[in-house]
């Protein structure tokens, strides 16, 4: 059973960083190589981050053409954008590539990274499907609107008319009693007394709203999922390939369509669940119809999940039969990511959506410094280790991808130096600093402006804004005070928290705060500060 385990504040640990002849003999700084022909200059790279900055109809903006720009003025060796949908269809400002009117906008970004970059960056586009997740109902208009009427509803309701005194002829009423007397009666009862008279997923609709899972067989369209997604995803790597980009990372992790397909709780009685093969299947398909739909030079990776950490999810030695078994159908790297599943998440405000990072597979997934006493930092590479281990000894070369917390140099570099993985992906320390990678490749590694591990990204990304990070979107006048993560979203420092690795800083220790120059509209700032090598 996975719960909050007693939490600490861990202070981020003191950095060395090499000098440039250290830094140009270092493995984080090799090449790579990533399928047949594609090779990264370097073994770093920038994980999927969701910027919230298409247009509402998924195409792509300025906005996101900044952002990615941005990311490539530092040179990682692999970026990759991120997650986008693969169906035409409305999904807010997601970015979208599910009809040849998304190649365009896509091609700009692919031509704007390759100019920032000089070339030098390669570029994968991760590719997602997602199932209907509802807000959050209000109480009445949950049985008013939502709620299917049972005949269990009615029984219970007899039941407790029975329960609580009037005589059998006297309940039996509720049987047939009309059905908006029905839904105003369930209505009335506190949520104890709810949780004795809905099942269990019409509780789950009313208590975090509704969500399709992949085990909704007797939805015709999630039955059909094995007939449409390779087809989608192949389409979607195909427009990839065409707008430019130099590989495509199938999505199959945390709360989505495919990681759900691969999790121990798909019970799908069709040859597409229960055993690990079955639940592989899909994934699979998907997989060769993407790699049959591009040319044998263009990369199709893989992003999955070590731990589900979910109770009945996939755990290691799950995560570790299904690498060897992707990387044996010859996916072209594996990358592998950690929790963040609807299963456990918070409930949401009454009109809000279900999050998938809130609960405790979430803080796995973006680990803050607020968790147990292992820390937040290099978390989750055990898990990216034991599947490359698995994955050599079954004679394979498929590159692995390890993240999680990263934020040094020496760190990657042991990651790499271990044999723990092939490559080293930081999100939130390159969101922070999207120079770090050649700040540390020329020498110049105390100038990187560290990330903070808080969430003060994740927050907004919760709410769906556009995403930044606390220490460059905007400007501190002398005196005032940092702006605050949104409220709701902050990593709450817990009562109990004690710090780990040093002691809490006073107030005349704390780093005096930088003036970050507004935009010219007075906004905030939606991209990092440039830097000047
Ligand atoms: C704002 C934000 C958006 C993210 N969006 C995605 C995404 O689209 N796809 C994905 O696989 N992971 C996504 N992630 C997870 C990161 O890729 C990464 O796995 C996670 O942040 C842990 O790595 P880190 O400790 O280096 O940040 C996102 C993370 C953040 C902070
Ligand atoms: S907002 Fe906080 S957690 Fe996110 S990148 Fe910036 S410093 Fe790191």
Known sequence: MYGQPHRFKHALPAAR????????????????????????????????????????????????????????????????????????????????????????????????????????????????????????????????????????????????????????????????????????ALAALDDD?????????????????????????????????????????????????????????????????????????????????????GRVRLPLEVYRAARAAVGADFVVGVRYLGDDVIDGGNH????????????????????VSKGGKFEDAKQPKVGEAAYPYTGPSGHECMPTIYIDARGPFGRNVPLAAAIRAAVRAAGLETPVVASGGIMDFDQAEGILRRGEADAVAAARQTLADPDWFEKVRLGRGAEVRRCKFTNYCEGLDQKHKQVTC???????????????????????????????????RTAAEQPPQRRVPMSNDGKRRLIAPRWNP
């Open 193 to 277: 007394a709810l949780a004795g008279v809905l099942d269990a997923r019409e509780l789950e609709s009313y208590r975090m709203g509704y969500r399709e899972r992949v085990t909704d067989v007797h939805l015709p369209h999630v039955r059909a999922l094995p007939e449409v997604l390779p087809g989608l995803f192949a389409a979607a790597a195909a427009r990839a390939e065409v707008a430019g980009f130099d590989g495509v990372e199938l999505h199959y992790a945390h709360a989505y369509t495919m990681a759900s397909f691969l999790s121990a709780l798909n019970t799908r009685a069709d040859g597409y669940g229960g055993t690990r093969e």
């Open 17 to 184: 960083w090499p000098s440039v002849e250290e830094a140009g003999a270092a493995l984080w700084f090799s090449p790579l190589r990533l399928g047949r022909s594609c090779t990264a200059r370097a073994r770093t790279w920038v994980p999927a981050m969701v910027p919230w900055r298409a247009s509402d109809d998924g195409l792509v903006t300025p906005e996101v053409l900044d952002w990615y720009e941005r990311f490539a003025e530092g040179k990682p060796g692999v970026l990759v954008v991120e997650a986008t949908g693969i169906r035409d269809v409305p999904s807010g400002p997601l970015l979208r590539i599910g009809h040849d009117r998304f190649v365009p906008g896509l091609r700009a970004l692919v031509e704007r990274v390759r100019r920032a970059s000089g070339g030098e960056t390669r570029l994968f586009i991760q590719v997602i499907d997602f199932l209907a997740i509802k807000r959050r109902p209000a109480k009445d208009k949950f049985f008013e609107r939502f709620l299917a009427l049972r005949d269990e509803h009615r029984r219970a309701l007899a039941a407790r008319a029975r329960a609580a005194g009037e005589t059998d002829r006297q309940a039996e009423r509720w049987l047939a009693a009309p059905d908006a007397d029905v839904r105003a």
């Open 316 to 335: 290691l030695d799950d995560a570790v039969w299904l690498g060897v078994a992707m990387a044996r159908a010859g996916v072209d790297y594996l990358s």
């Open 470 to 504: 606390q220490q460059w979107d905007r400007v501190f006048d002398a005196g005032e005070q940092p702006a605050e993560a949104p409220a709701a979203t902050r990593a709450e420092e817990p009562a109990e928290a004690s710090v780990v690795g040093a002691a809490p």
